[in-house]
């Protein structure tokens, strides 16, 4: 048994309403705030921290909202941060930001869960006010006027509309200052079916692909989650150390490992979480998560490892590992199902995820990716149910770099989340579709085969 110096902060459950400049529904804010003094012929001040808002948005009695906002910051020069605090309405239940290497003038936008390709992690809260402060040398590099996305979760778990809002605020220090970058990571798992009236426990073990040094951790889950519990085991097989454990969704604690907890190569995280689910319906991801959360340093990239398309394998990847290029064209995409598909499991009527990316044409090989290839674009629908072969799902996928595209589509429903898996539908004809900068282009695509 290892001996790790485990602290369990308990952050405040009391929602706080943030106190917004605008008042506009869905729109967005940057504040700087600035020290030293200019003067005649002086250098004006340098900021020293920059503050970000998104919303005030709407989401409806029972209801869920996931939104991206596009901020910058006000750093005039390449900057360090060293600390980051966030604030979330009620509602709120996670703000994740991410860096962008272009500007992007969006306004804010329905948007899919985890982010881009190209995306760069900065940070995850689920707590309605959190403050990360990193140790000296620890941090992170932006550049001038660095392009931000905040990406907002609300739920609405009460029977009236609710107004909900989140913010998020960097601290930068002197550059030069960080020598180590911290990074996020992701344990968890997208094989998720919890049948109506039940209950369901889901256990995974993932193995990193390079040594980590975890310095926080906390549990993610939605509102029926009843428990996550993290263990470490040493070798893959070794005796469980139990790192974390809570039983609350909303505001979940976060554990701070002092000095760091080590996981090699050869080591396993494993994460078991739980859920209760009282309503008629069965329920999967994206509606129900299972994730272990933090930080690491030092790093190169946030690394995500997940379970998901149905196999137990934990596969993991690098996050913002793929170089998309500048954006600024739209691929609007209509989505159809045959009325008859042989081989499928689970009802694709039931309103299943739909999950499309757009590849190169150049990294596609018929019906498949070439080896090794990933795709530059992703976007989901969820509860956008295709009961028939005359329903369409609709919807645009924004900031595409101009180019020629394969549009690549699924529906999950086997409940294994964002990865496909055998009985699965796809489109087993792929349009190609170019996108043109300043433009919008079309691709359609019917689902009409179940993978084996």
């Known amino acids: 048994m290892r001996n790790t110096a485990l602290r369990l902060l308990l952050p405040s459950l009391t929602a706080l309403s943030l106190s917004l400049s605008l008042s506009i529904t869905g729109c967005s804010s940057s504040e700087e705030t600035t ?26 009695p029972g209801k869920e909202l996931v939104m ?12 360090d941060v060293v600390k980051f605090e966030t604030e979330q309405s009620t509602g709120g239940h996670h703000l994740i930001v991410y860096t962008i290497d272009h500007a992007v003038d969006l306004p804010p936008t329905l948007c899919s869960q985890g982010g881009q390709p190209s995306w760069n992690q900065l940070l995850a809260s689920q707590i309605h006010t959190e403050t ?23 739920i609405n778990t009460t029977d009236k509309p609710l107004t909900v809002n989140s913010s998020f605020k960097e601290t930068y220090a002197a550059p030069g200052s960080v020598k180590q970058r911290a990074a996020t990571y992701f344990f968890g798992t997208t094989n998720i079916d919890i049948p109506p009236n039940g209950t369901l426990s889901k256990t995974v073990s993932c193995t990193p692909p390079v040594p980590l040094s975890v310095h926080t951790m906390f549990g993610h889950e939605h509102r029926r989650g009843t428990g996550v519990t993290v263990d470490f085991l040493p070798g893959k097989t070794g005796a469980a150390e139990r790192l974390y454990e809570t039983k609350l969704w909303d505001g979940p604690p976060i554990a701070s490992f002092e000095g760091g907890h080590e996981v090699g190569m050869g080591d396993a995280v494993q994460v078991k979480c739980d859920w209760q689910n009282d309503g008629p319906t069965r329920l999967g991801y994206p509606h129900e998560m299972c994730f272990a959360i933090g930080y690491f340093w030092p790093a190169d990239a946030g690394l995500m490892c997940v379970s998901k398309g149905g196999s137990d394998e934990c596969q993991c990847n690098f996050q913002g590992a793929t170089d998309t290029g500048p954006g600024g064209a739209t691929i609007a995409v209509k989505l159809t199902r045959a009325e008859k598909i042989d081989g499928v499991k689970g009802d694709p009527a039931s309103g299943a995820p739909i999950y499309c990316s757009l590849f190169r044409a150049e990294d596609w090989d018929g019906f498949a990716p070439k080896p090794g290839k990933a795709p530059y674009y992703f976007r989901d629908q969820v509860d956008v149910p295709l009961k028939t072969s005359t329903d369409e799902a609709t919807f645009n996928i924004t900031d595409v770099t101009p180019g020629d595209y394969v549009l690549s589509c699924f529906m999950d429903t086997i409940s294994g989340g964002f990865g496909v898996g055998s009985g699965d539908i796809v489109n087993s004809l792929s349009p190609k579709v170019k996108a043109v900068a300043g433009e919008t282009r079309n691709a359609e695509a019917t689902l009409d085969f179940a993978i084996p």
């Open 35 to 60: 020290t030293g003094s200019g003067g005649a012929g002086g250098n004006a001040p340098k900021p020293t921290e920059t503050s970000h808002d998104a919303g005030p948005f709407t989401v409806e």
């Open 132 to 154: 990360v402060e990193f140790p000296e040398g620890v941090g992170f590099h932006v550049k001038a006027h660095q392009q931000y996305v905040m990406e907002t979760h609300y």
């Open 68 to 79: 991206c906002t596009f901020v910058r910051g006000a750093n005039e020069a390449d900057a």
